[in-house]
């Protein structure tokens, strides 16, 4: 009888493959889940091509992917429902997986909100160069989970969102100019008049030293070895290394021409003898006194 | 001095730029170029040439190779506009009108007569300078020197002054062919003062005309207007019917004021 019953069951389901009515339903809904598919695909590009003149790229490149994953969503649901699957039971199951896998991703979830709060802030953009702990270089993308980095030393180096989110960032070239400090000792016997427009003349004749904002000179503090003296240069920002180089050599060159005296840290030792060795000198000055 | 000609050939020729020098050197289709910068403080009115020569000396030799029969040194503006900079302050009264007389460092290139440069250099070494503020604004070059404003009713200008920072040098830019002479008026049409201190050219749409071997750049006007705002406009009229060696771009005014952006109305002289 069992038999009977699971032999009509499998007669049953095979014999929906041979009605006409079946291959009209799988039909439509390739059609449906066809239509949806090429729909969200043309909306991506019109979308895409908006966005190119009006939204930075990597906002833009965000935005295209979730309308991508948006129509391959409704298309997987066009599917379930036309196969008569219920949604609801589905959803439900999928809700208590969501939790599970949500323990188990929240890092990788805190990096993608932290990719949008980073695109919507901007704080940096491709091709900037940027600083994030001892780690410097320029930007290569703006990605969902992280930010990847070229270094100076052409080193890949891959920071996740949540690490720039979470500490400081800096922008070394986001603003046109920028200032080098250079730090100069002088001996306390300087004449510091004449260091200051011996500074602001070797400034002057640097290719690379703007003349406007001006050269800043500040007089720091006495310190152990020397008198420290702040000489704050601004550049444009491709112009650094270029200017870093040469206004080394070029203090150092003059100062040695206009004798000025670069000061360093030392220490005067004096030598203290033992008790025994002073009496012994002692004796033999007083002994050679009295001869 | 900026006409073509046919150089014979491995033969150095030598142009005299007040203080500069420029050299060529044609070998079939091999162009030996060597410029010698100058120093803008320096500069000695002599200006001449193609002259032939023995050899251009320590000036730094770069090549070009390709077809060519004619040649000539022609000059252009800057790649960065100039800034030039007002003695102290000069405080522009309602309803009044400076004018400033610059002379201005070219941008040389050797050229065919197609068009095709072999080579350029900026006559002068001038200082790279900001104008703008800290964020945002132009890289341009600083002219050295500080000028004074003739205005409406002086009796004497230039000779008059007395001893003033750059006056010598102004007095000598006069007499050298090689520099571009331009005018700067500017014109305070509100009701409040200006002051003026800094003053930069953007030559986009500015030509060069010459007439007796010397060159001559289109007049800049800079107006006030009621808003606060400065608008820059190009004078083409004064040197209409000389020689014009250079074209500056044909678009319009406004397309200049759009390409720059609000900023630049705010800034171009620095207050």
């Known amino acids: ?291 | 001095m900026w006409n073509y000609f046919a150089p014979q050939e491995i033969t150095w020729y030598q142009w005299r730029l007040d203080g500069g020098r420029a050299f060529l050197r044609k070998n079939g289709e091999e162009w030996r170029l060597a410029f010698i910068a100058g120093s803008f403080l320096d500069l000695v009115p002599d200006a001449g040439g193609p002259e032939p020569v023995e050899h251009p000396g320590t000036a730094v030799v770069s090549f070009a190779v390709g077809k060519g029969k004619k040649v000539a040194l022609r000059p252009h503006y800057a790649n960065k506009p100039y800034l030039i900079t007002v003695r102290n302050e000069v405080r522009l009264l309602p309803r009044a009108e400076a004018r400033f007389t610059v002379a201005l460092p070219p941008l040389l290139r050797f050229e065919l007569e197609d068009g095709t440069v072999l080579a350029e250099k900026q006559l002068f070494n001038l200082s790279p300078t900001w104008f703008g503020d800290k964020d945002a604004g132009n890289l341009c070059l600083s002219l050295p020197l500080m000028l004074d404003p003739q205005c409406k009713g002086e009796i004497r200008t230039v000779e008059e002054t007395d001893g003033n920072t750059g006056v010598d040098t102004l007095s000598r830019t006069a007499e050298c062919k090689s520099l571009i002479h331009c005018d700067l008026v500017v014109r305070n049409s509100t009701k409040n003062e200006l002051d003026l201190k800094r003053l930069a050219i953007f030559t986009d749409l500015m030509n060069i005309y010459e007439e007796d071997g010397f060159l001559n750049g289109d007049t800049v006007l800079i107006d006030t207007t009621n808003d606060g705002g400065l608008r820059m406009s190009i004078d083409g009229g004064t040197h209409k019917n000389r020689k014009q060696i250079h074209t500056g771009n044909r678009s319009g005014i406004s397309e200049l004021l759009v390409r720059r952006g609000i900023n630049f109305l705010k800034v171009i002289t620095g207050i």
């Open chain 1, 1 to 291: 009888m069992k038999t009977d019953v699971l032999f009509s069951n499998i007669g049953t389901f095979f014999s929906q493959f041979v009605s006409a009515d079946f291959y009209n339903k799988i039909l439509g809904t390739s059609i449906a889940i066809l239509l949806v598919l090429v729909a969200f695909s043309v909306l991506n590009r019109i979308v895409g091509k908006m966005l190119t003149a009006s939204v930075p790229q990597p906002r833009a490149f965000v935005i295209k992917k979730v309308i991508r994953y948006t129509g391959y969503v409704v298309a997987v649901m066009t599917l379930f429902n036309a196969l008569g699957v219920d949604l609801s039971a589905l959803l439900g199951a999928a809700g208590i997986a969501g939790i599970a896998v949500g323990f188990a991703a929240q890092t990788s979830v805190s990096n993608v909100i932290s990719g949008l709060f980073l695109i919507s802030e901007k704080p940096f953009q491709i091709g900037d160069v940027i600083q994030v702990g001892d780690v410097s270089g320029v930007v290569q993308s703006i990605d969902f989970l992280s930010v990847k980095i070229q270094t100076f030393d052409n080193r890949y180096i891959r920071i996740p969102n949540e690490t720039l989110i979470k500490t400081n960032v800096i922008n070394i070239t986001r603003f046109p100019i920028r200032r080098l400090d250079v730090w100069v000792s002088v001996a306390y016997n300087s004449d510091l008049e004449r260091v200051r427009s011996i500074l602001l003349d070797v400034a002057s004749k640097n290719p690379y030293v703007l003349d406007n904002p001006e050269p800043l000179i500040v007089f720091d503090k006495f310190d152990a070895s020397g008198i420290n003296i702040l000489l704050g240069l601004w550049f444009e920002k491709s112009e650094y290394l270029n200017l870093k180089n040469s206004i080394m050599v070029d203090i150092h060159r003059r100062f040695a021409e206009e004798g000025i005296k670069i000061s360093y840290p030392k220490m005067d030792i004096y030598m203290r003898q033992s008790l025994g060795k002073q009496l012994a000198d002692l004796d033999n000055r007083s002994g050679n006194e009295s001869n």
